[in-house]
């Protein structure tokens, strides 16, 4: 058994060197594509529950498509535009919690402005071209 104990021991050893060299220069995961795969997970598990065929149908599509996205970004070797993506949706996520402040693209530089919620109309004038612009709060 020992002979057999130290072929598993180095099959796995080899595969982890022959994985950790297929993602090298990839760019793995962050939060944007594990969101992802998860959608794609659960779609998958609410069509095992739904057998109404079109609806099973697009759910069964929905969750492959998801899940080979999650997977095309997680391989993909253009990091930079992946991190970038993956920096719009955290900001996306923030926007989205931040029940205090709303915000808004300067219309001229398109700088992100955030402002407090609920002041009425404002003048807000963009912190980087000086731009002003009038919005609803
Ligand atoms: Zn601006």
């Not at 920096?87 to 402002?115: A, G, I, N, S």
Request: proline share 3%.
């Amino acid at each position: 058994m020992n002979g057999f104990s130290s072929w598993l021991r180095n099959l796995g050893a080899k595969i982890s060197y022959a994985l950790r060299r297929f993602m090298m220069g990839r760019y793995g995961t962050d939060k944007l594509n594990m969101v992802i795969l998860g959608a794609g997970l659960i779609a998958s598990l609410i069509s095992v529950f739904i057998h109404f065929m079109p609806v099973n149908l697009a759910l069964t599509t929905l969750s492959y498509g998801l899940m080979g996205w999650a997977i095309f970004l997680t391989l993909s070797r253009n990091t930079y535009k992946r991190s970038q993506e993956n920096r719009k949706y955290l900001m996306l996520v923030q926007r989205l919690k931040d029940r205090e402040h709303r915000y808004f693209d300067c219309p001229r530089c398109r700088q992100q402005v955030r402002v407090p919620r609920g002041k009425g109309k404002f003048a807000i004038s963009c912190p980087k071209c000086k731009e002003k612009f009038i919005k609803k709060t």
